[in-house]
């Protein structure tokens, strides 16, 4: 099991918004980083900071933390867009990291 | 513009030593970053393994501490990995990634994260 909670799957049809949550008490304390990875690739950091967004990453990205709760926001999802998600964040003690499970983003 | 690279054997024998290196190139291991592993196993989710900081100390996943060592060679500007005993389940994608630690004052939070990652090396553990 995982400190941090994501939902399996999400899935919707180009041009639709998407929202990724996750799930943790670490939440709390700790920011939340989001990354996407493409089959074969690396994670790439698409929001850091909870909300903020790194040079690169489209607007249609964005993200929030309303307490234990981190969402990602996908506005007017692009068939690119489909990929696995993860959350990120330090544990509670701040002596590990944390990663949620994972969610596979399906764009129909 | 920062680049990670892994290298190693990309096969290990079952009760052997797993070890990996991370060269980086337009930074350097000095700097005021953690350095950190994380794997993927087949089909799965994204695992810490645990970091080395610039100053040389370390900080290690509990479920793998017993097993895991990491060290740096300043002179060459890399990182490595030691696993030992290793079994089947140790099979995965190996990352290298530069990362930072701290709290944020202005937002009063913790903050821990990894902005640049190598590609990634796939092991794995069979006879």
């Not at chain 1, 008490?25 to 700790?30: G, H, I």
């Not at chain 1, 002596?95 to 994972?102: H, N, Q, R």
């Not at chain 2, 350095?35 to 993927?40: A, L, T, V």
Request: net charge neutral.
């Amino acid at each position: 099991s995982y400190e941090l909670t994501q939902p399996p799957s999400v899935a919707v049809s180009p041009g639709q918004t998407a929202r990724i949550t996750c799930s943790g008490d670490a939440l709390a304390k700790q920011y939340g980083y989001w990354y996407h990875q493409k089959a074969g690739q690396a994670p790439v950091v698409v929001i850091f900071k909870d909300s903020e967004r790194p040079s690169g990453i489209p607007e249609r990205f964005s993200g929030s933390n309303s307490g234990t709760t981190a969402t990602l926001t996908i506005s007017g999802v692009q068939a690119e867009d489909e990929a696995d998600y993860y959350c990120q964040s330090g544990d509670s003690t701040g002596t590990s990291v944390l990663f949620g499970g994972g969610t596979k983003l399906t764009v129909l | 513009q920062v680049q990670l690279q892994e290298s190693g054997p990309g096969l290990v024998k079952p009760s052997e030593t797993l070890s990996l290196t991370c060269s980086v190139s337009g930074d350097s291991i000095n700097n005021n970053y953690y350095w950190s592993w994380i794997r993927q196993p087949p089909g799965k989710g994204l695992e810490w393994i645990g970091y080395i900081y610039y100053s040389g100390s370390t900080n290690y996943n509990p479920s793998l501490k017993s097993r895991v060592t990491t060290s740096m060679d300043t002179s060459k500007n890399q990182f490595s990995l030691k696993l030992t005993s290793v079994t089947a389940a140790d099979t995965a994608v190996y990352y290298c990634a530069r990362g930072g630690r701290g709290y944020d004052p202005s937002g009063g939070k913790f903050y821990y994260y990894m902005d640049v990652w190598g590609k990634g090396t796939t092991v794995t553990v069979s006879s």
